[in-house]
């Protein structure tokens, strides 16, 4: 497969890019997301048949901060491959939750996605990008999918709100939340605020749904232009 990159332009004309076609080959679906210098790749891997007996989604979504990203490497086996940190947990969660749902009912193959940090610049924050990592390499892989979905970090700073904040900005902002959305359905919200009214929150979760809607959109011209618009058929 030849090398295919997607643009996404936000509203304060940062750019969001995704790649797909140079890493991870062997898997059913790979792509590189990039947004300044914090590059996060993401990979997907699912089982052509279901267990015999499964009557489940059995999904894992790991999420893998490496200390190389950041120009560290510490000593020791431990230090380097020790168990996944509590915020490495949180934000696999907060994917998981964001895809499961858009499987098929009766899609029961195991499914397994992964989604490491590969480099970061200390002022984009990269767990804003994991749930788009994780659809878009759901995007290009014939693993069926009711997506796609994609998820950003809305902050309220300064009265405005900004849509994956750096983390300079963040530390001004009195609102702080994580929304994942398809085009059409916000499904999930996550995150924290400071006495903040029922119509603040709403208002930011429209200028999520707002910006993730982009997202889908470049997704799904990713999709047909790696010509994966047909899943793979499945009985399950």
């Given amino acids: 497969m030849t090398v295919v990159t997607k643009t996404i332009t936000m509203s304060d004309g940062r750019e969001i890019i995704i790649e797909t076609g140079?890493?991870?080959?062997q898997a059913d679906g790979s792509v590189m997301v990039r947004m300044g210098d914090t590059m996060l790749l993401a990979t997907v891997c699912s089982a052509q048949d279901a267990i015999e007996g499964t009557d489940f989604m059995p999904l894992s979504v790991d999420y893998k901060e490496k200390f190389a990203a950041f120009?560290?490497?510490?000593?020791?086996?431990?230090r380097r491959e020790g168990r996944p940190s509590d915020y490495e947990i949180l934000i696999s969660r907060l994917v998981d939750r964001a895809l499961r749902p858009l499987f098929p009912d009766n899609f029961h193959a195991e499914?397994?996605?992964n989604i490491m940090l590969c480099s970061a610049d200390g002022e984009n924050i990269p767990?804003?990008?994991a749930g788009l990592a994780a659809s878009a390499a759901l995007a290009v892989s014939d693993i069926p999918f009711n997506g796609p979905?994609?998820?950003v970090r809305v902050a309220r700073i300064n009265g405005n709100f900004v849509v994956n904040p750096t983390f300079s900005q963040l530390e001004n902002?009195?609102?702080?939340?994580?929304?994942?959305?398809?085009?059409?359905?916000i499904m999930?919200?996550?995150?924290e605020m400071k006495e903040v009214s029922e119509d603040d929150l709403l208002d930011a979760m429209k200028v999520a749904h707002e910006?993730?809607?982009l997202h889908c959109k470049a997704q799904l011209e990713l999709m047909e232009t790696v010509g994966k618009t047909k899943k793979r058929e499945y009985c399950h």
């Fill in 211 to 213: 910006a993730i809607k």
């Fill in 173 to 185: 902002a009195d609102m702080d939340i994580i929304v994942a959305a398809t085009m059409e359905n």
């Fill in 188 to 191: 999930m919200v996550e995150g």
């Fill in 71 to 78: 120009g560290r490497f510490p000593g020791g086996f431990l």
């Fill in 22 to 25: 140079k890493l991870a080959k």
């Fill in 127 to 129: 767990d804003a990008l």
């Fill in 149 to 151: 979905v994609s998820e």
């Fill in 111 to 113: 499914t397994f996605v």
